[in-house]
């Protein structure tokens, strides 16, 4: 359904592993980058910006939002 894959997007920027959301976004603006992930009804979609000089750090910051979201329940009552 839609509203739990927006939902998912969602929780995708609330962190991964022990850094939580606000680490996450603070740890993409030291590097000048930018994460997002969102839906449609056609898909999923998930877009990182960064300086070519960061670029696997910010790369590994997303892998791991996307490999291994932090999907804590506060952040997910939260989000929802």
């Known amino acids: 359904k839609t509203g739990r894959t927006h939902l998912m997007?969602?929780?995708l920027s609330e962190g991964t592993g022990d850094?939580?959301?606000a680490v996450f976004a603070a740890r993409?603006?030291?590097l000048g980058a930018s994460f997002d992930a969102r839906t449609d009804v056609e898909?999923?979609?998930v877009t990182l910006s960064t300086l070519k000089k960061n670029l696997n750090e910010a790369f590994s910051?997303?892998?791991g939002a996307v490999r291994a979201p932090?999907?804590?329940q506060a952040d997910f009552?939260?989000?929802k």
Request: no cysteine.
């Open 43 to 45: 898909g999923f979609t």
């Open 19 to 21: 850094m939580d959301g």
């Open 70 to 72: 932090r999907m804590n």
């Open 61 to 63: 910051l997303a892998a």
């Open 9 to 11: 997007a969602s929780m």
């Open 77 to 79: 009552n939260r989000v």
């Open 28 to 30: 993409l603006q030291e």
